[in-house]
Structure formats: C-alpha cells, structure tokens
C-alpha cells in the first residue's frame, strides 16, 4: 500500500489531501471547503481496480481566477504607498489567487464516469507519482488474472 499525501489549496497550503493505492483499492480522502479556506469536511472515495479503466494527468488554466488575481495584484500595487499593508495583502491575495488558476488534475476513469483530483501547479510531481501508482496497481491486477503468464505457450 502506498499513500501520497498533497496540498488542495495553493494559498491555504494547510487544507490537505490523501490518495492511498493498493491491490484492491484506491482510497481518497479530499478536504472539501468553502471559499477554498474554510473546512467544511471530507469527501471519501473508495475505488476498487476492477471499476477503474485508467488515469491521466492533465494541466489546466483558469482564466477568471488569473485575471482576479492579476486585477489584485495591480491593486496591491496602487496601493503601497497609501496604505503598505493593505497593499501588501493585496498583492499576496492577488498572486495566490491568479497562481491557483494554474492546477494540475488527475482524472480517474470509475466506471465510465470521471473522478477529478485538483491540486495547485507545484504538486504536479506529486500527482505524476500517484498516476504511477495507478497504473501499476491496474497492470498487476491484470497480471494476477493472466494465465498466459503462468503457462509456457510454444509457438509453431
């Protein structure tokens, strides 16, 4: 059994994830929120391997939450010197809020239906390593049930 632990969140680095893989199963425990700060419990998945057709890693770019952010960051900028720490909250909200419209989002094929896992760009490799895992799990599943592995076939 493996468990990769991540971040869902890029500014509120606190709201974390799990995903566990093993021969059976694969186990997601994700934080759900409200504003993305705010808990508001857990969303669980249990997923056996015989439901799962694939996974796939893909990037994404929001455009409203980058634009948000930009149009925060200019303010911020406006702003410092008037008011230093108003300006400084701005500009840190703005680029947090623009640097999560860049995530990373393994999608897990159940039963024909998607699960989505989204995270923050830089647990990229973090989500690289689940979909490994994944992968792996389903081609020893598969392998367990092969019994072309298991006899010699002559070839004539």
Do not use: C
Not at 36 to 57: R, V, W
Not at 111 to 120: A, C, E, H, K
């Amino acid at each position: 059994m493996k468990e990769v632990s991540f971040s869902t969140s890029l500014l509120f680095f606190w709201v974390k994830g799990k995903v566990e893989v093993d021969g059976r199963f694969v186990k997601s425990k994700l934080s759900n929120t409200l504003l993305g700060f705010i808990p508001a419990g857990k969303d669980q998945q249990n997923i056996p391997l015989k439901n799962i057709s694939g996974a796939m890693l893909s990037t994404k770019y929001l455009l409203k939450p980058m634009l948000l952010g930009i149009l925060l960051f200019f303010i911020g900028l406006g702003s410092l010197g008037n008011e230093f720490l108003v300006g400084l909250l701005f500009l840190v909200f703005g680029v947090g809020i623009a640097g999560s419209g860049i995530q990373t989002i393994l999608t897990v094929e159940k039963s024909g239906t998607p699960y989505f896992i989204n995270v923050p760009f830089f647990e990229k490799q973090k989500m690289q390593e689940l979909n490994d895992l994944i992968h792996n799990a389903l081609a020893d599943d598969t392998d367990k049930t092969d019994l072309n592995m298991f006899f010699d076939k002559k070839v004539q």
